[in-house]
Nanobody, 119 residues
Framework: QVQLVESGGGLVQAGGSLRLSCAAS??????????MGWYRQAPGKQRELVAA???????NIADSVKGRFTISRDNAKNTVDLQMNSLKPEDTAVYYC???????????WGQGIQVTVSS
């Protein structure tokens, strides 16, 4: 089993920045073989991909946050971070860390963390 724990959320004014971090633990040696990502879900909306990073460090950033958000990973620390700059009220959502472990064909989710951007 893999546990994902998010941190770094909170309340910020529009134009501000936050850095989310996801720490992986459990029955894994390292996240280096895992695809990692961040999703978000706003009230009344479906969960959507924000950013993803493959085991080869290829990234995929949603158009809505491109140029403002970046995703990075530290395999030695088993963490994946989401740097969010120039935040907008529409970025308000619960943000979820996601991991896909290909050797088990298994997907894992964190419990989610609230990000609120005030106007």
């Amino acid at each position: 089993q893999v546990q994902l724990v998010e941190s770094g959320g909170g309340l910020v004014q529009a134009g501000g920045s936050l850095r989310l971090s996801c720490a992986a633990s459990g029955s894994i040696f390292s996240i280096n073989t895992m695809a990692m990502g961040w999703y978000r879900q706003a009230p009344g909306k479906q969960r959507e991909l924000v950013a993803a990073i493959t085991s080869e460090d290829r990234t995929n950033i949603a158009d809505s946050v491109k140029g403002r958000f970046t995703i990075s990973r530290d395999n030695a620390k088993n963490t994946v971070d989401l740097q969010m700059n120039s935040l907008k009220p529409e970025d308000t959502a619960v943000y979820y860390c996601n991991a896909y472990y290909p050797y088990r064909d298994a997907t894992y989710w964190g419990q989610g963390i609230q990000v609120t951007v005030s106007s």
